[in-house]
């Protein structure tokens, strides 16, 4: 990460650990209650199972205390996190209520399928379900109470804390945004750092690609899926306001926070003392 300071530049929280893909720190940025919205309290990643000794051991320097999976049963069944040195696992099924549940558990076997992928995910089949997804992530009860108790847990101090699903990507994009508004980060630099997912793990995807080529398939149809479009996120940000008017009101009457685990929240979210933030 880079060290030059500069006033409302945004900065560079990614981190290079090979065997985790889509790491990094979502403090950082300035928020509209002053000061910035801390760094080395929530990191977002892909699931943990492939996990190396080495990249372990720089994962442990983060001091993670808490990894929250939002991931389904199964999928933490098929591929357990290798958690970081002292770090408890919590595991949150967003899908729970859901039941086609997650694209992301049977992806191995979606790729040996093209033709099954172009049955099922072809002619925008792939972005309508994300797009209801994301809807579900605001409306579903299994949602709510998964996104309730982590940033219950973040409120109460289960912090540094690391959030992942499988990807890192949608329940996890949804996870790091919703806490970015309510710490009062700007919509720019939201939708920044959802989007940056496409940088960091869409190129970890080439071989996957590349094998669903060479069995007959169109790599272009897996892409929406395996990638994160500025809509998706438009249609929780959408849901969100036509169910409760503001972010603040998702937190206290969709999760059901009271006044003071979201004065708890901010308060772990946004550091007032800091002024600037470091530019990449």
């Not at 928020?31 to 309290?41: L, Q």
């Not at 051991?57 to 999976?69: K, M, P």
């Not at 994160?228 to 503001?246: F, K």
Request: charged share 25%; glycine share 8%; aromatic share 8%.
């Amino acid at each position: 990460m880079t060290e030059t300071v500069g006033e409302g530049a945004g900065e560079d929280t990614t981190f290079a650990i090979p065997s985790l893909a889509n790491l990094r720190d979502i403090g950082g940025c300035a928020s509209r209650f002053g000061g910035v919205v801390r760094t080395g309290v929530v990191f977002r990643s892909t699931d943990l199972s492939r996990l190396t000794d080495t990249d372990r051991e720089t994962l442990d320097a983060l001091q993670i205390t808490t990894v929250f999976d939002l991931r389904t049963a199964a999928e933490m069944e098929r591929r357990p996190d290798r958690l970081p040195e002292g770090a408890v696992h919590v595991g949150l099924d967003v899908f729970a209520d859901r039941e086609d549940a997650s694209i992301a558990a049977a992806l191995p076997e979606l790729v040996a399928n093209p033709e099954v992928v172009a049955k099922e995910l072809s002619d925008g089949r792939a972005e309508n379900y994300l797009l209801g997804s994301y809807r579900d992530f605001v409306s579903m009860p299994s949602a709510a109470a998964s996104y309730r108790r982590l940033a219950t847990g973040i409120a109460h101090g289960e912090v540094p804390a690391l959030v992942h699903c499988s990807a890192g990507k949608d329940r996890t994009g949804w996870a790091a945004a919703s806490l970015l508004l309510f710490a009062g980060a700007g919509e720019d630099d939201v939708f920044a750092d959802y989007l940056r997912t496409n940088d960091l793990l869409l190129p970890t995807f080439e071989p996957l690609f590349t094998k669903f080529r060479e069995l007959g398939g169109d790599p272009n149809v897996l892409r929406p899926l395996l990638g994160v479009q500025r809509n998706y996120l438009e249609a929780s940000l959408d849901e969100v306001t036509n169910r409760y008017g503001t972010i603040e009101q998702y937190f206290a009457e969709g999760l059901g926070l009271d006044d003071d685990t979201l004065q708890a929240l901010r308060t772990r979210l946004v550091d007032t003392e800091r002024t600037s933030v470091r530019s990449e």
